[in-house]
Every structure is written in structure tokens, then in C-alpha cells.
């Protein structure tokens, strides 16, 4: 089954410091892979996504990630965090074969504070 | 605002009932999804159904059962309630079922058993 591992449970940067929230993949086959954000008692909200066509994604509220194959990781980054990026954010996972449904498969999440 | 809307937003039951959550897709989209939100369990995948067959399951209890109606909404049931059943639960939905489509997520309903 495929899965993703988040490391760390809390970030915290300063404002305007880079954020960096770490994402690994399992699968033998590069998958499909999300960063979603949850605001507090919010739904999720897609930031960004992997689907092969290129491994830089840009997402939005500048955010971005890489796909890096030879590490199963999909990092995400913002080279300037804000106050209002705080939130919790999770990495997922879909597969990517044709016979396959696509629902996904959530990391545990990362939640981010921004210190001002 | 995903355009993905859940009633109701919050429910407080006892243990041992049965309950009822709604969700509405957004305007054209056949997929629905269900997951589960809890500290214990995190995101969990429940169920998909699109355009009205079930598509694929998660870790779904069989207490809990879902359809979706010819009008594309769907409903998720929770019977035989349990403490820990108290979660947030979410209702996605995506254009088609297959491949990277992005699923929108409603606000959620918070269920919380007593």
C-alpha cells in the first residue's frame, strides 16, 4: 500500500526564515503526491502537486516542492514564511495506476508556527 | 470556500446511536470521498463512490455505510456509536476517480460521542 512519512509533528521558523517540511514516499512506482494545508477548523486546501510532468512543483501562497526519485522525498518550501502560514500540513499520496481508485493516503501532519 | 458543503457542521450523540452525515459535491463532480480525521488515527481514507457505485474502501468499520443518490450527493452512516468514533469527518470531491485529479474537501462534520 503506499504511504507517506512526515517527519517532525511541529515546526516552528521565524518570520521571513525559510520553511522547510520533509515528506518521504513509499512506492515502487513514483506515485501521485499533494501537499494539502489545514487552516484550524478549516477543511484541507491543495497547495501543490506531483503528477510527473515536472519534479519542481510550484504551488500556491509560494509554496513549492521537489520531487527527488533517488531520495523518495517530496520536501516542501517557502523560501519567506509568513504569520499567516501557520497551520498544519500534510503530505499524501495517490495511486498512480490506471486501475487504481485515487483516494488519498495522508502523512500524520506537520504543524508550523511562524514566531514573530 | 471549495464549493464542497457538510451538514452538519457539529453533532453530539450518544454511544450506541446511529447517525447520519451529508455532503454535497461541487457543481459537476462525480467522486465523493470520505475520511476520517482523529488524534488517534489521523487522515483516514473511508470510502469513494463515484457517479453512484461504490469505488474503492479504506479502513471503514462495518457499522459505517455510505451511498451516493442520482443527484450525486452522498450520505455517510455511523451506527452502534462508540466513544471512539468521536472524529472529524470530511467529505472530498474530484472530477473523476481515477488519476491525479485534485479533491476539494469540505469543512467537515464534528461528531463527538458521549
Known amino acids: 500500500a503506499q504511504s507517506v512519512t512526515q517527519l517532525g509533528s511541529h515546526v516552528s521558523v521565524s518570520e521571513g526564515a525559510l520553511v522547510l517540511l520533509r515528506c518521504n514516499y513509499s512506492s515502487s512506482v513514483p506515485p501521485y503526491l499533494f501537499w494539502y494545508v489545514q487552516y484550524p477548523n478549516q477543511g484541507l486546501q491543495l497547495l501543490l502537486k506531483?503528477?510527473?510532468?515536472?519534479?519542481l512543483v510550484k504551488g500556491i501562497n509560494g509554496f513549492e516542492a521537489e520531487f527527488k526519485k533517488s531520495e523518495t522525498s517530496f520536501h516542501l518550501t517557502k523560501p519567506s514564511a509568513h504569520m499567516s502560514d501557520a497551520a498544519e500540513y500534510f503530505c499524501?499520496?495517490?495511486?498512480?495506476?490506471?486501475?487504481?481508485?485515487?483516494?488519498?493516503?495522508f502523512g500524520t501532519g506537520t504543524r508550523l508556527t511562524v514566531i514573530p | 470556500d471549495s464549493g464542497v458543503t457538510q451538514t452538519p457542521k457539529h453533532l453530539i450523540t450518544a454511544t450506541g446511536q446511529r447517525v447520519t452525515l451529508r455532503c454535497s459535491p461541487r457543481s459537476g463532480d462525480l467522486s465523493v470521498y470520505w475520511y476520517q480525521q482523529s488524534l488517534d488515527q489521523g487522515l483516514q481514507f473511508l470510502i469513494q463512490?463515484?457517479?453512484?457505485?461504490?469505488?474503492a474502501k479504506g479502513n471503514i468499520l462495518e457499522r459505517f455505510s455510505a451511498q451516493q443518490f442520482p443527484d450525486l450527493h452522498s450520505e455517510l452512516n455511523l451506527s452502534s456509536l462508540e466513544l471512539g468514533d468521536s472524529a472529524l469527518y470530511f467529505c472530498?470531491?474530484?472530477?473523476?476517480?481515477?488519476?491525479?485529479?485534485?479533491?476539494?474537501f469540505g469543512p467537515g462534520t464534528r461528531l463527538t460521542v458521549t
Open positions: 463512490y463515484y457517479n453512484g457505485e461504490e469505488r
Open positions: 499524501a499520496v495517490s495511486d498512480r495506476k490506471g486501475t487504481g481508485a485515487n483516494n488519498l493516503f
Open positions: 506531483y503528477t510527473s510532468a515536472a519534479t
Open positions: 472530498a470531491s474530484s472530477a473523476r476517480d481515477l488519476g491525479p485529479h485534485e479533491q476539494y
